[in-house]
């Protein structure tokens, strides 16, 4: 679901960005006055949790790959702006530093899952939980559905961004120029697996860490508890003290991260441009494409956007480490490098909030 440079116009990539940029305007403004609470440790602890969960691969149907975002227990502890913005974070600092998405589409991937997945989590969420008491079964089963639909919506959004491209941008000749499949290949190889495995997967992270919280963190759950509004962060400060369990939840995630690496086959619609000349390559593509044939060569538009950005570390991998050791070096690298954005982020939000007026 991390859309690489070159599968989406940049006509395509700057509408997304337009429509993304406001949101995360309007979402800064929303958590300015919560930046003396919890808010700015929860936003990189969560920030954080959703870049190591998305490096836990698993297998879909089809051959390709998938994996849970953390979204649903994002917008339950952050709720939907701060959310929004703890999802986006961690694709920026996967895009940025380690090629998982493109630059060109970072707004349409955080268009797909900060703000659809996070939104539609966020919506679903309240509305299934309603008035259930904090430690309520029904609250977990409520994370669950916001979980299993939320994924399942921004596996669509790229879908039908990927399938609009050869219908829209192509040569004279009918050929693609940047994603190969039409509307009616990308929407079924891409929710097929997610349907049925894929937002599995994030039912299970957002209904089991729910269940964890109200057992270990229960007030960290009241923000989007209507009947507890009103203590929502009341006395926490922003310490990391509290959190302490949390951090070290997600410490041991980034010892595990390796086993992410178990899934061997690409995510769909992700392949690099060489794939398109490996002719094992181009069986898996075909196979997991309804059979449907791939263009001879790599559209030209994708070839050409392909290199517009050279992560320092591609695919989590380190030359002079193991593949496994330079996969868990890469969590604890990347979950650190969104704590320490997502911190100096709200540093400048406070201190901006604390300058005085002048004139």
Known sequence: MHLPDGYLSPATCAATYAAVMPLWYLA????????????????????????????FNIPLPGGTSGHAAGLAIAAVVLGLWGGMLAISIA??????????????????????????????????????????AIDS?????????????????????????????????????????YAPYPLDISIPAMMIGHLGVGGVAEAIV???????????????????????????GAGSGCNWLPLRKLLALLGALM?????????????????????????????????????RELPAAAPEGLERLSSLWNSPIPDYAIPFLPRSVGYAFSALLGGGLTILISLTLGWVLGRSRRQPLRG
Not at 102 to 110: D, P, Q, R
């Open 28 to 55: 800064l403004r929303r958590i300015e006055s919560r930046l003396h609470t919890r808010m700015v440790p929860l936003l990189a602890v969560f920030s954080a949790f959703s870049f190591v969960v998305m490096m």
């Open 91 to 132: 694709l920026a600092i996967q895009a940025l530093f380690f090629g998982d998405g493109g630059i060109s589409t970072l707004g349409a991937n955080c268009f797909n899952m900060a703000f659809i997945g996070v939104g539609v989590a966020y919506l679903l969420y309240r509305g299934l939980s309603g008035n259930a």
């Open 137 to 177: 079964p029904r609250r977990v089963a409520a994370a669950a559905v916001a979980g299993y639909v939320a994924i399942n919506a921004a596996a669509l959004a790229a879908a039908i961004e990927l399938g609009v491209q050869p219908l829209w941008f192509h040569t004279e000749a009918g050929v693609p120029l």
């Open 206 to 232: 957002s209904g089991g860490l729910l269940s964890w919280l109200q057992r270990a963190e229960p007030d960290l759950l009241r923000a989007t508890a209507p009947v507890a509004n009103a203590k929502a």
């Open 255 to 291: 010892v595990l991260a390796p086993l992410g690496q178990l899934a061997s086959g690409t995510a769909w619609g992700e392949w690099r441009v060489e794939n398109f000349a490996d002719p094992h390559k181009r069986e898996e593509i075909v196979a997991a494409s309804g059979n």
